[in-house]
């Protein structure tokens, strides 16, 4: 059974620049959830999504954005980075909401930004 | 605001020694997640303790939940290197919300 998949697993931007991540949830999944993971800050959660729709939100800025598609599959988007965006991105994915079932983790996207 | 407190943050421990780490958390929540993470790797699911009462183990590690005190223990029982990891707590109350860590470092 194939795990959690996050693309790509390192990316190197530039400040001001935009990045998009991906993630594909265990199959049967219909829950994703983003988190971001810093030395400083810990793990903070993103956004959560499930069959396509954002169910809960995070303390983020705007800049911070995501999606699911009807294949359960999840992006999420980051625009005009800022160096603190610097982080490990992980992603969960659950058969269904938190509340009811585990949560399996992706190995994460580690973004730098320059 | 809800808080997911671990304690200790740091643990240096020797081979064969045992050890408790705690996790309270401030709101209401009939669960609670222990995950694994080495460095650099993701996290990975160690216990998923369901109800008031709960008690896992698995290996060398044992889990509990008292909800009533909110307080969630992992003891780890004749430690060995390959503990050697940080473990995080996490409850449930709309999202996963998770403390910061206790840092493992188990030497022979």
Redesign the interface.
Known sequence: KAGVTQTPRYLIKTRGQQVTLSCSPISGHRSVSWYQQTPGQGLQFLFEYFSETQRNKGNFPGRFSGRQFSNSRSEMNVSTLELGDSALYLCASSRDRWENTEAFFGQGTRLTVV | ELKVEQNPLFLSMQEGKNYTIYCNYSTTSD?L?W?RQDPG?????LF?LLSNGAVKQEGRLMASLDTKARLSTLHITAAVHDLSATY?CAV?P????????TRLTVKP
């Not at chain 2, 790797?41 to 699911?45: D, H, M, T």
């Open positions: 669960r997640y995950y790797k993701s996290l990975e699911s998923v995080f449930v709309n999202d996963m919300r998770f403390g910061a860590g």
